[in-house]
């Protein structure tokens, strides 16, 4: 016998020992997380203001400096949000269109000034039925806070970026995250 079938033959005994033992049987897939959204929307994402920064900055995943952190740059159209004071920061919300990053800036280094809601009266009331990691853009490789059953989050919009998912815009008031939750089913919201 040549080594070659002698390996052969072990990988196929080993299969079915496997097969035997139950270790190839597919274990049962959980149910992924639900998001439940109560109300109507308050304010539309849409009818948010335009702005833009004066020189390269940095997005927050949560309005804290050390926080993940995304990226703007002069000339990008950010769709600003709400606005919110935290240890001494002056932050504001934003959704970056041109690179689809999410999160706070410091509102003192926007072009436009003007003056908007807090960040826990926007959007819609929603709850998740466990707990979801939060994207920093609209992709599993991006920055992740989280949420967890019992936060309270207002949602805001989504985005179609076209792998398979709508990308739902949520702030967490509970730990102050915002970011992305993938869901499966379009979601009765505005587009971001």
């Known amino acids: 016998m040549t080594a070659s079938k002698a390996i052969r033959a072990f990988l196929v005994a080993f299969a079915a020992f496997l097969l035997a033992a139950g270790a190839a049987a597919p ?6 997380p ?3 959204t109560q109300g109507g929307n308050e304010m539309g994402a849409q009818a948010r203001h335009f702005n833009e920064v004066r020189s390269w900055q940095i997005l927050y995943q949560c309005p804290m400096l050390g926080c993940n952190e995304g990226a703007v740059y002069p000339g990008q159209h950010l769709g600003e949000i709400c606005h919110m004071d935290v240890n001494g920061f002056r932050w ?3 959704y970056n269109r041109a690179n689809g990053h999410t999160g706070f800036v410091n509102r003192d280094n926007l ?18 039925s466990g707990r979801v990691d939060l994207y920093q853009c609209p992709q599993f490789e991006c920055n992740k806070g ?27 008031r509970a730990n102050g995250h915002e970011g992305f939750l993938p869901v499966l089913d379009r979601p009765r919201l505005e587009v971001c």
């Not at 274990?27 to 992924?32: I, Y």
């Not at 436009?112 to 807090?118: A, D, E």
């Not at 967890?148 to 702030?171: A, F, I, P, S, T």
Request: hydrophobic residues 40%; proline residues 4%.
């Open 27 to 32: 274990a049962m897939a959980q149910e992924p």
């Open 34 to 36: 639900v998001l439940v």
């Open 92 to 94: 504001a919300l934003v």
């Open 111 to 128: 072009i436009h000034k003007r003056s908007l809601g807090p960040c826990d009266n926007v959007g819609t009331e929603g709850s998740v």
């Open 146 to 172: 989280s949420a967890d059953r019992g936060h309270l989050l207002r949602v805001e919009c989504y985005v179609d970026v076209n792998n398979g998912y709508y990308w739902v815009w949520l702030y967490n």
